[in-house]
């Protein structure tokens, strides 16, 4: 006797049929394998061209990388930070207008580089990392500023807000955008905005066999946008484009607005 099962594919994060998954941005089961990088399944959606790891690396084993394969921060080091902090210098000075007098928050924030130089435009600056050794170090080095060693999710609970969330290369490593967007969209007052970078699948410079692609390194790396479906993405959790910077590389640079 057949049996009908009803499936709520709208609760579903990706469903799969016959190698079809649910694409994490449109929503659509127009998912396709693409490819395999380091073992890991490349998908890209027929809908909106979002690439992404599929299934997504579970917890346990991004832990493991981290903790073995990443920066090697610890309390009292981190790599090249004379000249992090100098680069933080110098990068945050176009967002003086954005952050002076403002509560800001670095989303991603490693060793708190950036903190400390939106504080230096006078900000009011807070920073987020899931790294303990990262905030181990940003906790010592900035013993003035906020620093939270959390995953997104947890952190929304605070329910704090902020005129200003910068985001550097932070959207790329997460598995699957939902949380993180989440927690932009709880912590980003509104008519506040939002920057971020990371690197753009789009772009003109991105080898036409993207599986030669440098920023396709899973599991470091596990999603990639282009412009127009990482707008669709923000649209979706009340943003819009404030403004595009262009790029000589393939790397998005762009600020949202909140609505």
């Given at each position: 006797?057949?049996?009908?099962?009803n499936v709520?594919?709208?609760?579903?994060?990706?469903?799969?049929?016959?190698?079809?998954?649910?694409?994490?941005?449109?929503?659509?089961?127009?998912?396709?394998?693409?490819?395999?990088?380091?073992?890991?399944?490349?998908?890209?959606?027929?809908?909106?061209?979002?690439l992404?790891?599929?299934?997504?690396?579970?917890?346990?084993?991004?832990?493991?990388?981290?903790?073995?394969?990443?920066?090697?921060?610890t309390?009292?080091?981190?790599?090249?930070?004379?000249?992090?902090?100098?680069?933080?210098?110098?990068?945050?000075l176009?967002?003086?207008?954005?952050?002076?007098?403002?509560?800001?928050?670095?989303?991603?924030?490693?060793?708190?580089?950036?903190v400390?130089?939106?504080?230096?435009?006078?900000?009011?600056a807070?920073?987020?990392?899931?790294?303990?050794?990262?905030?181990?170090?940003?906790r010592?080095?900035?013993?003035?500023y906020?620093?939270?060693?959390?995953?997104?999710?947890?952190?929304?609970?605070?329910?704090l807000?902020?005129?200003?969330?910068?985001?550097?290369?932070?959207?790329?490593?997460?598995?699957?955008?939902?949380?993180?967007?989440?927690?932009?969209?709880?912590?980003?007052?509104?008519?506040?905005?939002?920057?971020?970078?990371a690197?753009?699948?789009?772009?003109?410079a991105?080898?036409?066999?993207?599986?030669?692609?440098?920023?396709?390194?899973?599991?470091?790396?596990?999603?990639?946008?282009?412009?127009?479906?990482l707008?669709?993405?923000?649209?979706?959790?009340?943003?819009?484009?404030?403004?595009?910077?262009?790029?000589?590389?393939?790397?998005?640079?762009?600020?949202?607005?909140?609505?």
């Open positions: 006797m057949n049996k009908e099962v709520n594919l709208s609760s579903c994060f990706s469903f799969n049929i016959n190698g079809i998954a649910q694409c994490p941005v449109c929503r659509k089961i127009k998912a396709h394998f693409f490819f395999e990088k380091e073992g890991y399944p490349i998908y890209k959606c027929q809908g909106c061209d979002f992404f790891t599929h299934p997504y690396p579970d917890d346990a084993t991004l832990a493991h990388h981290y903790a073995h394969n990443y920066r090697g921060a309390a009292e080091f981190y790599p090249k930070a004379a000249d992090r902090r100098w680069r933080g210098f110098w990068r945050s176009p967002f003086a207008p954005y952050v002076a007098r403002k509560d800001v928050l670095d989303m991603g924030c490693g060793g708190g580089f950036m400390e130089a939106f504080a230096r435009l006078g900000a009011r807070s920073g987020l990392d899931i790294s303990e050794n990262s905030i181990a170090y940003a010592t080095r900035w013993p003035h906020n620093f939270y060693c959390e995953d997104p999710a947890a952190f929304r609970k605070r329910k807000t902020f005129d200003f969330v910068f985001s550097s290369e932070v959207l790329e490593h997460v598995p699957g955008p939902d949380e993180f967007m989440k927690t932009l969209a709880a912590v980003t007052r509104p008519g506040g905005f939002v920057y971020i970078s690197p753009d699948a789009g772009h003109p991105v080898p036409q066999d993207c599986a030669m692609w440098q920023d396709i390194c899973p599991p470091e790396h596990l999603q990639w946008f282009n412009h127009n479906n707008v669709l993405l923000f649209a979706q959790y009340g943003f819009k484009v404030h403004r595009k910077y262009k790029s000589k590389s393939p790397a998005h640079s762009v600020i949202f607005q909140k609505i």
